[in-house]
């Protein structure tokens, strides 16, 4: 009988689709990143903007979860949330956070270790304008991770939304946004033998040094 763990090993792959040295990288993590986000793009990766973000409560207790990344500077990396969810509120008790983002199929890991802020009111209402009228509704019904008693108590918030504004969709007062401002980013390429290259930017004031990981 074969067990569970004999089936993970069944899963194992060898990661050899290119390496990682230092002469690869750009100036600053921002320019590597935007390097390597055109990368997934052009690899035609589905949601190559999806990130994990990671949170943690005043007490230290972690959670993690998957949203999109809509916007990118020398800033840093920005997404939006209802501010209500278990993410905003950790994040504005506990700013210090987490980005992952996972691109399998090119063998890569991008890593943002950083601290979130809030954003303004009129940055947060300039994104919400661009977003699908479905969209902007469900920011309206759903109360992000609060407990609902059906599917259809979620239907009938939406359908009350698409009511109550015919035409122009206000931003609901518990609807932001963060971004993200790096201390370090890591660059991850896997590699044979699982002697995989990573390289980190840490920050240093204004100035970034880089330095290699063992794998």
Known sequence: ????????????????????????LGPDPFATFQRWYDDAI???LYEPNAMVVATASKGGVPSSRLVLLK???????????NL???KGVELVANPRCALLFPWHPLERQ???????SLLGREEVAAYFRTRPRGAQL?????????????????????AAADAAYPDDVPVPDKWGGFRVE??????????????????VYRRDGDRWSVHRLAP
């Open 1 to 24: 009988m074969v067990g569970v763990t004999d089936r993970f090993a069944e899963l194992r792959r060898e990661y050899a689709l290119g390496g990682l040295v230092e002469d690869d």
């Open 42 to 44: 052009a690899a035609a």
């Open 71 to 81: 916007q990118f500077s020398h800033q840093g990396w920005v997404f939006f949330t």
């Open 84 to 86: 209500g969810s278990r």
């Open 110 to 116: 991008v890593r943002v270790d950083g601290t979130a």
């Open 138 to 158: 469900g920011a309206h019904a759903s109360h992000q991770s609060s407990e609902v008693r059906s599917r259809q108590e979620l239907d009938d918030a939406w």
């Open 182 to 199: 790096p201390e370090a980013v890591e660059f991850w390429q896997g590699r044979p033998g699982r002697m995989h290259d990573r390289l």
